[in-house]
């Protein structure tokens, strides 16, 4: 990476869009994931009348999330697929797994609720490293 450029951050953006919706299908870690997140059925069954809205706005936290780790990046010298692979686990392990780790310490939501969202956002940040260096 060079210079930040948008069709990157906007594929970054999309790309962690539809991982989250594979990743939260019922048939993937949807189910277990609510169960230990303590959510009920009928709230979730009220937020699939919000569902586009919230898909929109977890796309620009998504683009937010790939233009810093696009400076990060530049900064840090990465230009090749495994720099982007270290890249996308330093982020992780620096910036989500500790905020994420504080809801079971402190929220009481168990290991699973932490293992489960963890492991999407390390994956999201892999993808989201790969395609800013692969189409920058």
């Not at 990743?23 to 979730?44: I, Q, R």
């Not at 998504?62 to 900064?75: K, S």
């Not at 890249?87 to 992780?92: E, F, K, N, T, V």
Request: aromatic residues 16%.
């Amino acid at each position: 990476m060079f210079e930040v450029t948008l069709v990157p951050i906007l594929l970054a953006g999309i790309a962690n869009v539809i991982l989250g919706m594979a990743w939260y299908h019922p048939k993937v870690f949807g189910d277990s994931w609510a169960k230990a997140a303590g959510l009920d059925m009928s709230k979730m069954e009220e937020g699939k009348k919000k569902m586009p809205m919230m898909a929109f706005l977890a796309f620009l936290a998504a683009v937010v999330a790939a233009w810093v780790m696009a400076h990060f990046g530049i900064a840090w010298g990465v230009y090749d697929w495994i720099g982007a692979i270290e890249l996308g686990i330093w982020s992780w392990v620096g910036f989500t797994a500790p905020v994420l780790l504080g809801s079971v310490l402190w929220e009481m939501k168990p290991m699973k609720y932490f293992f489960i969202t963890a492991g999407y956002w390390l994956v999201s940040f892999i993808v989201m490293a790969l395609i800013l260096v692969l189409f920058a």
